[in-house]
């Protein structure tokens, strides 16, 4: 079955402090992987789409990396304004199957 | 600002009325979504139109009826719908609903009440 799990489903970090957020997934035939951010009462912001194993995107503070299993999205040195909600999708069949996101607050 | 337009931004609406939501977008995408999202959790897809076609229908309650006028508009016509209905509704287009890597972008949604 496609599965997408996402890691940890909150976290909680001191600004400045470095950190990264984790997406497994269990898809057959991935189209792509696609990181979002999601603020309280708005829609989902695109990131990056990853595709292939080793691809690494960056903007920012944020670094997402991809390998056949699983993706990455690091956080350098975050800020208060970084607080939100990261969501991780794969692509299948015209379809984003999410993962439940996590949940980041960033305190000054 | 996004590039998808969603309106209206809230909605209160009783279980008999019937009210619709509206959803543009001027990127040239010839897909476009709907998703329905509860708090904390990720969005589901409900539907999706592809070439002003609908393509995938996510086995949604008749009550949710969607329409493609053109392939800048999409609306979701809503009626007799239930309090569990009530979410923030999220449309979504994308260049294409086959190609690989084209990313979904998303407006901020309509956050709809049922009493």
């Known amino acids: 079955e496609d599965q997408v799990t996402q890691s940890p489903e909150a976290l909680r970090l001191q600004e400045g402090e470095s950190s990264s957020l984790n997406c497994s997934y269990t898809?057959?035939?991935?189209?792509?992987l696609f990181w979002y951010r999601q603020d309280p009462g708005k829609g989902p912001e695109f990131l990056f789409t990853l595709y292939s194993a080793g691809e690494e995107k960056e903007k920012e503070r944020l670094k997402a990396t991809l390998t056949k299993k699983e993706s990455f999205l690091h956080i350098t040195a975050p800020k208060p304004e970084d607080s939100a909600t990261y969501l991780c999708?794969?692509?299948?069949?015209?379809?984003?199957?999410f993962g439940q996101g996590t949940e980041l607050s960033v305190k000054p | 600002d996004t590039e998808v337009t969603q309106t209206p931004k809230h909605l209160v609406m009783g279980m008999t009325n019937k009210k619709s939501l509206k959803c543009e977008q001027h990127?040239?995408?010839?897909?476009m979504y709907w998703y329905k999202q509860k708090a904390k959790k990720p969005p589901e897809l409900m539907f999706v139109y592809s070439y002003e076609k609908l393509s995938i229908n996510e086995s949604v309650p008749s009550r949710f009826s969607p329409e493609c006028p053109n392939s800048s508009l999409l609306n979701l016509h809503l009626h007799a719908l239930q309090p569990e209905d009530s979410a923030l509704y999220l449309c979504?287009?994308?260049?294409?609903?086959?190609?690989?890597?084209?990313?979904?972008?998303f407006g901020d949604g309509t956050r709809l009440s049922i009493l």
């Open positions: 990127m040239g995408h010839r897909a």
């Open positions: 979504a287009s994308s260049q294409d609903s086959g190609t690989q890597n084209q990313p979904q972008h």
């Open positions: 999708a794969v692509q299948k069949r015209g379809k984003l199957i």
């Open positions: 898809v057959s035939g991935l189209r792509g």
